[in-house]
């Protein structure tokens, strides 16, 4: 039997673009999921694989779209490079060009406060503050603290997403523990932001940060939605090349596990 091999070497390696994608986006929110003030190093993590999967994901759509409109020719490293790793500008650019296709996705200026802080959050520590630690240590740093970000993030998310009802109860569920221990425990923790915890706050901020994850999961699971199917609508222009190898996968079937559900987001714990 004789198999026929007509993929070009550009649907092989943007193939493993997609593998790569998949796992980073779906490595990191599952780790989002469970970080909280005491797991720390579960922010970073996230941070580390949704800054380049969501980064790769701006990439690939601009590849594709540069090869549809130019003769399959991908473009120069040069030009992929103007980029750098400018997260925030590569939504613009995603945005530009789901305007050209009537797709649906919104600006970068037309987004909410918070989806706005999470885009920024992620471009930044895929430009700079991936390094804060280290360079923090010999210099004065102008950029925030990536867990500084985060907290406001957090904070931002329990003000407009979680019920008041259920942060009460936590905060209440908290408060019990922590008078039953007051006068025999001393607390000596710090938040995200490196400031010292009470022991009320040690108690109740991991609860209020897992349920504040769960509506950021919510909010990135929601940028990523039109992302994937602005990227359907350019993969399926790889079918009106029939008279050569074919140029691209089908990227959007690597995120087919993006379910923009809210009930069926906030019971998900693992991805996908």
Not at 1 to 27: H, N
Not at 43 to 52: A, G, K, P, Q, V
Not at 53 to 74: C, F, P, T, W, Y
Not at 149 to 165: F, M, N, S
């Amino acid at each position: 039997m004789i198999v026929r091999q007509d993929l070009a070497p550009s649907f092989l390696l943007l193939q493993q673009e997609g593998y790569l994608i998949s796992s980073c986006l779906t490595s990191g929110l599952t780790e989002l999921r469970g970080s909280h003030v005491h797991n720390k190093g579960a922010y970073y993590s996230s941070l580390f694989n949704l800054s380049i999967g969501i980064e790769r994901l701006l990439k690939s759509i601009v590849i594709i779209d540069h090869m549809i409109k130019n003769q399959l020719a991908a473009p120069t490293t040069k030009q992929l490079k103007s980029y750098g790793h400018n997260i925030k500008e590569l939504y613009g650019a995603a945005a530009s060009i789901a305007t050209e296709r009537n797709s649906c996705l919104c600006e970068y200026s037309d987004l909410q406060a918070i989806d706005k802080e999470l885009i920024d959050l992620l471009s930044d520590f895929a430009a700079t503050t991936r390094y804060h630690n280290l360079n923090a240590l010999s210099s004065v740093q102008k950029y925030d603290d990536p867990l500084a970000h985060w907290e406001r993030i957090l904070l931002l998310t329990l003000k407009e997403d979680v019920p008041d009802k259920r942060k009460e109860k936590l905060l209440q569920q908290a408060k019990a523990v922590a008078d039953e221990i007051s006068d025999i425990t001393a607390t000596i923790m710090q938040g995200l932001d490196k400031s010292p915890l009470s022991t009320l706050e040690a108690l109740s901020l991991p609860a209020l940060h897992m349920e504040a994850a769960k509506y950021v999961v919510l909010r990135i699971i929601n940028l990523l939605s039109p992302l994937r199917d602005l990227l359907s609508s350019l993969s399926h222009d790889a079918y009106k090349y029939r008279d050569c190898s074919i140029p691209f996968p089908q990227m959007q079937e690597f995120l087919e596990w993006i379910y923009a559900d809210k009930q069926y987001v906030l019971r998900k714990r693992k991805w996908p």
